[in-house]
């Protein structure tokens, strides 16, 4: 699923706009106006035109650098993700086919006890990476996983290894997942003393944005070694409400630009 927006893409249809009210009002001139026009107004006009064309350059020059990252960061995940399907086919496969010929042979037996203390060792390291940060999964995420974090996060060394697998690949998954999409979530949160509904837009586990029902109280957040950290900034509020609209699909699609980077309210 692509989003229908990226964020910190500028928008070029007001340079678009810009250089067609240049050539239009320079069209519409009468050729009384065209005699008496002073060279200075011509420059003007010329100044103004190169400034736009600038302008223009620069938007285009900022999309692309910014739309190659995403590509980059799109393609890193997406390699992430096929390894983990590997291995898990791999797992699969390789258990299977010691399950047929464990009766028979010793070799095979001790084999597929050295394959099951790896995965053993694999499966304590991924339960100790989410039990340090599944703090920071956001609502939306850890509604999917609820069951098997809860699992993880109890500890308990009589379960079985497979049971132990089952949960780490599934909350690994969801992750990867929550990863490669923007997320709408709604939450309650106290403004000017008031219980309040906001919606938040996630950008994977990298940043998000909130904003209020009226579209004037809104800010953006950001994870944190101590969880997500909030910054109130009321002056994005109707561009977030804005993106929020086109990602639900409420409104036809258009580039709106928000900030990776948290701002002064």
């Known amino acids: 699923m692509h989003p229908t927006f990226l964020p910190s893409i500028h928008l070029t249809v007001s340079g678009i706009c810009l250089v067609a009210f240049l050539i239009a009002g320079s069209l519409s001139a009468s050729a009384q106006d065209r005699k008496k026009a002073a060279p200075e107004v011509i420059q003007t006009k010329l100044q103004e035109w190169v400034k736009t064309k600038q302008i223009l350059g620069e938007e285009k020059a ?114 990867l997942d929550f990863q490669n999409v923007f997320t709408i979530d709604s939450e309650v949160r106290q403004i000017n003393g008031e219980a309040r509904s906001v919606d938040v837009l996630y950008l994977g586990m990298s940043k998000a944005w909130f904003v209020d029902a009226s579209g004037r109280y809104g800010g953006s957040g950001a994870p944190t070694p101590e969880g997500w950290q909030w910054t109130e900034n009321n002056k994005l509020a109707a561009t977030i409400r804005e993106a929020i609209e086109v990602q639900a699909r409420r409104t036809p699609p258009v580039l709106v630009t928000l900030p990776l980077s948290q701002q002064a309210k």
């Open 62 to 175: 900022a999309w692309e650098e910014e739309n190659a990252t995403l590509s980059q960061l799109n393609e890193i995940r997406n390699r992430e993700l096929e390894q983990l399907k590997e291995f898990t086919e791999a797992a699969r496969t390789r258990a299977a086919e010691l399950d047929k010929q464990l009766s028979g042979f010793t070799e095979e037996r001790e084999s597929l006890k050295e394959w099951r203390r790896k995965l053993q060792s694999l499966v304590n390291g991924w339960e100790e990476q989410i039990q340090t940060s599944s703090h920071l999964f956001p609502a939306p995420l850890r509604n999917k996983v609820e069951e098997s974090l809860l699992r993880i996060e109890e500890a308990d060394p009589e379960r079985p290894l497979q049971q132990r697998t089952r949960d780490v690949l599934l909350i690994s998954q969801a992750y």
